[in-house]
Nanobody
Framework: QVQLVESGGGLVQPGGSLRLSCAAS????????MGWYRQAPGKQRELVAT???????NYADSVKGRFTISRDNAKNTVHVQMNGLKPEDTAVYYC???????????WGQGTQVTVSS
């Protein structure tokens, strides 16, 4: 099992930026699809962005053009740069590590992002 620790959340005004980071323990980090998900109060957890070991990315339509996911396989870290933040981006953001063969799915504890004036 991979241990994940997020950091970088906080309070930001609309239009502002934040960079979330996730540090992963263990080996073979490059074999995992890493992702960021978020959950707002009263809503289901939803995909924000994912990045494969080779760097292939996927974004939710709601964040395309504003968020950028990246990873550093040498440092076992994944980041999401969030620009142009909107109040509707307010949520707890979770880091995820997933491997399909054999299947493994790990989650971090989450970090709060609040966008408000």
């Amino acid at each position: 099992q991979v241990q994940l620790v997020e950091s970088g959340g906080g309070l930001v005004q609309p239009g502002g930026s934040l960079r979330l980071s996730c540090a992963a323990s263990g080996s073979r980090f490059s074999m995992y699809v890493m992702g960021w998900y978020r959950q707002a109060p009263g809503k289901q957890r939803e995909l924000v962005a994912t990045i494969g070991g080779s760097g292939l990315t996927n974004y939710a339509d709601s964040v395309k053009g504003r968020f950028t996911i990246s990873r550093d396989n040498a440092k076992n870290t994944v980041h999401v740069q969030m620009n142009g933040l909107k109040p509707e981006d307010t949520a707890v953001y979770y880091c995820n590590a997933r491997r399909y063969v054999p299947f493994m799915d790990s989650w971090g504890q989450g970090t709060q992002v609040t966008v408000s004036s």
